[in-house]
């Protein structure tokens, strides 16, 4: 049996396809209680390591444990794991309740629990309905109320904001924290990070396959400290009258400006005042989640290796060509094509706003 | 292993592809049964007038020839049992309802199990309202002196349900086979149709009885050529030596059993083809990654 624990184990696993790596020695731990992001752009991996998670897709080395069994030896899967996966299984001309009652029969849940589950996402009135004629965002409700049939103790979602209205999304941020606060455990992905910033504690980001981050969310954040951008009349006697006031961490930056990290605007003006240093411009800058997410996964797109810390090419727009023509290393078009999903509708150039400067205002966050 | 058998049923039932394949499977086999057993009566009659055939006092009208249309009517209504079969697991790879299903299910080979028990029930019940078709369909098209009695009725009918339980499960392999829908179903259809019957006319003997729908013709059709067959002598005094034995393969070649062994021989020898492709798709099935 289970150990009941609600953890979740990936340890070193990997998945070929091919001469594709979808997935290298991935390792991390999700702990029960909390909501756990996992992050990376499209094709970084993530839906192949849930399938893998699941038993869907069988891994080329390494392993994973739900509880601390893989998930075919958990007896009764659907009691211990929910899943959503995609929005698309379902027979279109079977309703939404019947869908459940099929399940709800496969893991011996009695058949009330489909009319609980139904209710619970929104969807009673649309219980006798086909779910071929269902949206997106309904699709995506069914399938949330198919995870939830059995009552699970780890709920697995992978971009499950796809399709949903700002209202739904709300609900669901609500849901999945309050799930988490009843010492359950949820796993969930997301191609934005600014889509799950509210909802998640910790997050595993991965780029190409790998994991370049794995921990607290607030870590993260605090692990980037804001900048002061100063224009300055004399910078070089600037320079010399803030490391004489103990700040070491400033940088010239490419348009001739200073960017000196650790201290706010008010010390710097109150310094150059005293000096009499004239100053014709001063701004704080904040690193946003989303520019730090952007630089971590980078790699991907402009072929330079993932890591840590890179230095940061400048806090302008990301550099030229992240959507250009995609370089080698990105995971086949053709793998991914066949679970087209409609984020990628969604035109390259909103995305690249969403990276710029003005995240908030594109989409909304969960 | 209940829930799961239990929840293929709902899945069947909460869908229109049971009686969808079920009405024109019953048509069908009315058709063949009525139009085939109605086709005998008339071939007979002109035979009859035929003097020739009055000198010599032979007498064709006392065999059991409703059997013959019976087998028939058994392997073409075959078809869509097939096709039932076939959709099994491939519909549910096709509408990516296979995700949920193994999310809910132990594991792979408990759902396939699950599966492979519900589709032989299925098959079953194909079988039975074929049978009972072709039955109906002989009462009332069939003169009365060529039905057979009672216990070769049964061992006809019996042949007809294992036939269709052995095709449904043979689908099912071949559909977890290939994994799409169409490409198993064109290419069943097209090989029990055509392709096999091609080879088997090239085949000399009984080779073509070893082939899969040679054994599964031969299955219900030994069964019932046999009943025509054991009643030759009857036909009258000329009939006897060659002309008893070409006769009989006459007789053979009619009931879509060319070449074929004893039933009980054509029986195993199809149940070891469904076997092969319901191991196959098996084996297909426990590797196959679901992205």
Redesign the interface.
């Given at each position: 049996m289970h150990d009941g624990s609600g953890r979740i184990v990936v340890q070193g696993l990997s998945k070929q396809f091919g001469p594709i790596t979808a997935v290298n020695n991935l390792s991390f731990t999700v702990e029960p209680g909390s909501v756990t992001g996992f992050l990376g752009p499209n094709g970084a991996g993530k839906?192949?390591t849930l399938?893998m998670l699941?038993?869907?897709?069988?891994p080329t080395a390494g392993g994973s444990t739900i509880n601390g069994l893989p998930f075919?030896?958990?007896?009764?899967?659907?009691r211990v794991?929910g899943?959503v996966?995609?929005a698309?299984?379902?027979?279109?001309?079977?309703?939404a309740r019947?869908?459940l009652?099929?399940?709800a029969?496969?893991?011996?849940v009695p058949d009330q629990r489909a009319d609980q589950v139904l209710e619970l996402v929104g969807l009673s009135e649309a219980a006798r309905r086909g779910a071929g004629g269902f949206s997106l965002g309904m699709k995506q409700r069914l399938a949330l109320a198919?995870a939830l049939l059995?009552d699970p103790q780890v709920l697995v979602l992978d971009e499950p904001a796809n399709g949903l209205d700002p209202e739904g999304i709300a609900w669901l941020r609500t849901f999945l924290q309050s799930f988490a606060r009843t010492g359950r455990t949820v796993l969930i992905s997301s191609h934005l990070l600014a889509e799950v910033e509210q909802t998640v504690d910790q997050v595993v980001i991965i780029s190409r396959g790998q994991t370049v981050y794995y921990g607290s969310l607030d870590y993260l954040r605090q692990s980037q400290q804001s900048r002061v951008l100063v224009q300055a009349a004399d910078p070089q006697a600037l320079v010399v009258k803030l490391q004489e006031a103990g700040v070491n961490a400033i940088e010239q930056t490419p348009d001739g400006r200073l960017a000196i990290t650790g201290v706010d605007r008010k010390t710097v003006a109150d310094l150059a005042m005293a000096a009499g240093i004239a100053l014709y411009d001063i701004q704080q800058e904040t690193v946003d989640l989303e520019q730090l997410f952007f630089r971590l996964t980078q790699g991907q797109y402009t072929g330079q290796q993932p890591g840590y810390g890179a230095p940061p090419p400048g806090y302008g727009p990301p550099p030229g060509g992240g959507y250009g023509p995609p370089p080698q290393g990105y995971a086949a078009p053709g793998?991914r094509a066949?679970?087209a999903r409609p984020r990628a509708t969604r035109h390259p150039s909103t995305r690249n706003q969403a990276y710029t400067q003005q995240p908030s205002q594109v989409r909304t966050r969960i | 292993m209940g829930?799961?058998i239990?929840?293929e049923f709902?899945?069947i039932l909460?869908?229109?592809m049971w009686w969808a394949l079920l009405i024109p499977t019953v048509a069908l086999a009315a058709l063949w049964s009525i139009g085939g057993n109605a086709l005998i009566g008339a071939v007979l009659d002109q035979i009859n007038n035929n003097t020739v055939v009055a000198q010599l006092r032979l007498d064709f009208n006392h065999l059991p020839w409703s059997t013959l249309i019976f087998a028939r009517t058994v392997n073409i209504s075959a078809i869509f049992p097939i096709v039932f079969g076939a959709l099994a697991l491939s519909s549910e790879i096709n509408?990516?309802?296979?995700?949920?299903?193994?999310?809910?299910?132990?594991?792979?080979g408990s759902l396939l199990t699950a599966k492979l028990i519900t589709y032989a029930v299925w098959g079953l019940v194909f079988g039975v309202v074929i049978s009972a078709v072709a039955s109906i369909g002989m009462l009332i098209a069939s003169r009365p002196e060529q039905l057979p009695d009672a216990v070769s009725w049964l061992e006809i009918a019996a042949s007809g349900v294992v036939s269709c339980m052995l095709w449904t499960l043979l689908g099912m392999g071949v559909g977890a086979l290939f994994g799409s829908p169409i490409a198993s179903i064109i290419s069943l259809l097209l090989y029990t149709l055509l392709v096999e019957n091609l080879i088997g006319s090239l085949l000399p003997d009984n080779w073509p009885g070893i082939l899969i729908n040679g054994s599964a013709d031969g299955l219900t059709g030994s069964v019932a050529s046999q009943l025509v067959v054991a009643k030759v002598p009857n036909i009258g005094g000329l009939m006897t030596g060659e002309a008893q034995t070409l006769f009989s393969d006459l007789i053979r070649t009619a009931a879509g059993a060319r070449g074929a062994f004893d039933w009980w021989i054509s029986g195993l020898i199809f149940a070891a083809w469904a076997a092969v492709f319901a191991v196959g798709g098996w084996l297909m099935s426990k590797?196959r990654?679901?992205?």
């Open positions: 839906t192949t399938r699941l038993g869907l897709v069988r075919d030896q958990l007896g009764n899967p659907g794991v899943a996966l995609e698309q299984g379902f027979h279109p001309t079977r309703t019947n869908h009652r099929v399940y029969a496969a893991m011996g198919t059995g793998l066949r679970h | 829930r799961l239990s929840a709902r899945k909460t869908t229109k509408r990516r309802t296979i995700t949920t299903s193994y999310l809910t299910a132990p594991n792979r590797t990654d679901i992205t």
